[in-house]
């Protein structure tokens, strides 16, 4: 079973100072060794976040990816004097992408099939509507004709 591993990272500090801190840590886990099966992901955003995303088979190795983005982030952060705080990992069970196309494509047709219905049900509104109208408008021939 695959899994994602997530951390988050608040740091006080400016936009361009946030982009060279991710810089650096995308570069030191390059040079790490992590198996090709393994995927690290690093975001940051104007909410002062670094975000590392690590998908991959094991636990234990989140785990320790996890822990070579954080030690390097410490560097960082006591080198350059900034204000940080780490949030927990978070390591959830990751869909199987063929598992999520299969579920995409059933909750597609499902709603194909509603809209079907619903242009069906419409459609009898309408033909009960065109029916009433036509009703009332000889109800309406009958009292003028009185």
Avoid: W
Wanted: charged fraction near 35%; glycine fraction near 2%; charge should be positive.
């Amino acid at each position: 079973m695959a899994y994602i591993g997530v951390r988050d990272c608040f740091v006080k500090a400016n936009a361009s100072i946030i982009d060279k801190i991710k810089s650096s840590l995308e570069s030191d886990l390059s040079r790490a060794s992590i198996s090709p099966k393994t995927k690290v992901n690093v975001f940051s955003d104007i909410n002062k976040y670094i975000t590392v995303e690590i998908l991959g088979r094991h636990k234990a190795n989140i785990k320790s990816i996890d822990l070579k983005a954080i030690s390097t982030l410490i560097e960082v952060f006591e080198e350059e004097g900034i204000t940080h705080f780490f949030g927990s990992l978070e390591i959830i069970p990751d869909i199987p992408s063929k598992k999520k196309a299969r579920r995409l494509h059933k909750i597609e047709i499902e709603l194909f099939n509603e809209n079907i219905e619903y242009k069906k049900r419409i459609s009898e509104i309408e033909f009960e509507n065109s029916r009433l109208k036509k009703r009332l408008r000889q109800v309406e021939e009958k009292v003028a004709n009185l």
